[in-house]
């Protein structure tokens, strides 16, 4: 039986620039499946990602539910379309209140919900996976964007049938944004088991840096996914003791991030 990988990932061209987050995250997944891999792929509808040009559609079975952040109801709309070409499927995270003006390219310091979107499309992959009755063995996330995931995963979601055995892989890139997450970003992030406790050690104001440490703690594995990487995560992750995959380069990575993956699969 093939083994599940899940990508959770903040940018995938050629729906966003070109970028090598973005590239990464249109490659990665068609070299699992061709590794023998089942994969799902997942990524936040920007504001600037055009629905006719690139065929987009809502999956109204998947549609529906609302996720309450901060006392709020925020309607979740799931879209899926095909990467042209690979004819892979991505499946789009939206809400209007959080990603209709936005774009991952754009100074992010100007969006003062950033943390609230983060929480948003973590929770909203993670109930969508749910209702595709779909069990990853492997979730790998790549860029800020997911950061909140690996927390949920082994917190929130532990005891979920969907995730109770998942291990969880965080790529780090040569990010170095001035994000900030708004003052109650601790507040919002609190769900079932990710209670506020677990979150005293980090800083109240959150930026980009403390967001990766926290993704980071709770992730079994990490990958240095650029040439260059934010080299305080990266030490924050050699600190940990986890293990580490090399920046395994833009060509002829399959093999390195397949074997990387087997080490958590026990087929190493």
């Not at 979730?139 to 995963?153: K, N, R, T």
Request: net charge negative.
């Amino acid at each position: 039986m093939s083994k599940k990988v899940l990508f959770i990932n903040q940018e995938i061209s050629p729906f966003v620039a070109e970028n090598e987050m973005s590239l990464m995250g249109n490659m990665l997944p068609q070299a699992m499946q061709e590794q023998g891999f089942e994969i799902r792929t997942f990524m936040p509808k920007w504001g600037n990602i055009n629905d006719r040009r690139y065929q987009l559609h809502e999956v109204q079975r998947l549609s529906g539910i609302n996720l309450i952040i901060d006392d709020t109801d925020h309607p979740l709309i799931i879209k899926v379309a095909s990467i042209p070409v690979s004819r892979l499927q991505v499946y789009f995270i939206y809400n209007d209140d959080y990603f209709q003006k936005n774009k991952p390219e754009e100074d992010n310091d100007d969006y003062p919900d950033n943390g609230e979107r983060a929480i948003f499309f973590a929770r909203g992959v993670l109930e969508t996976v749910k209702k595709l009755r779909w069990v990853p063995d492997i979730i790998h996330c790549q860029g800020w964007m997911s950061s909140v995931v690996p927390l949920y995963i082994k917190t929130a979601y532990h005891d979920e049938p969907s995730f109770t055995n998942t291990k969880v892989i965080t790529s780090l890139f040569d990010e170095d944004i001035p994000l900030e997450l708004g003052s109650n970003f601790k507040r919002c992030l609190e769900f079932r088991e990710a209670k506020k406790e677990l979150l005293q050690d980090y800083r109240d104001e959150f930026d980009f840096v403390e967001l990766c440490k926290m993704a980071i703690d709770y992730s079994d594995g990490v990958v240095a996914g650029g040439k260059e990487v934010n080299e305080e995560l990266l030490s924050y992750a050699q600190g940990k003791s986890l293990p580490i995959l090399s920046y395994p380069g833009s060509e002829n990575f399959a093999e390195s991030y397949s074997q990387f993956y087997k080490q958590f699969l026990g087929e190493e």
